[in-house]
Nanobody, 124 residues
Framework: QVQLVESGGGLVQAGGSLRLSCAAS????????MGWFRQAPGKEREFVAA????????NYADSVKGRFTVSRDNAKNTEYLQMNSLKSEDTAVYYC?????????????????WGQGTQVTVSS
């Protein structure tokens, strides 16, 4: 099994930045796609960003394009989400996910492993 642990969440003012990290451990596949989702109170979990196994392909939700950047360091089995120009509507619990697929995956059911989530709160 694969374990994912998110970190880097916190409280930030609107217009500020945060970088989330997701460390993978356990029996990780040799190649796997990764992504980020978020869930606000009273809302369903929504797709944020995804990255292919080698980082060559990325995909973003329209709501975060131009502001968020997803990356990964396979030597460290770690995925990152750089969040800039944060807005109050970005407030949510952010979840890291991993898929046995190689290419980018943008749907909730396309992922096999999930982290516990980290809270991001943007004040206005």
């Amino acid at each position: 099994q694969v374990q994912l642990v998110e970190s880097g969440g916190g409280l930030v003012q609107a217009g500020g930045s945060l970088r989330l990290s997701c460390a993978a451990s356990g029996r990780t596949p040799s190649r796997y796609a990764m992504g980020w989702f978020r869930q606000a109170p009273g809302k369903e979990r929504e797709f944020v960003a995804a990255i292919s196994w080698n980082g060559g392909i990325t995909n973003y939700a329209d709501s975060v394009k131009g502001r968020f950047t997803v990356s990964r360091d396979n030597a460290k089995n770690t995925e990152y989400l750089q969040m800039n120009s944060l807005k109050s509507e970005d407030t949510a619990v952010y979840y890291c996910a991993a898929s046995r697929a190689i290419g980018v995956v943008s749907t909730h059911r396309g992922y096999d492993y999930w982290g516990q989530g980290t809270q991001v709160t943007v004040s206005s």
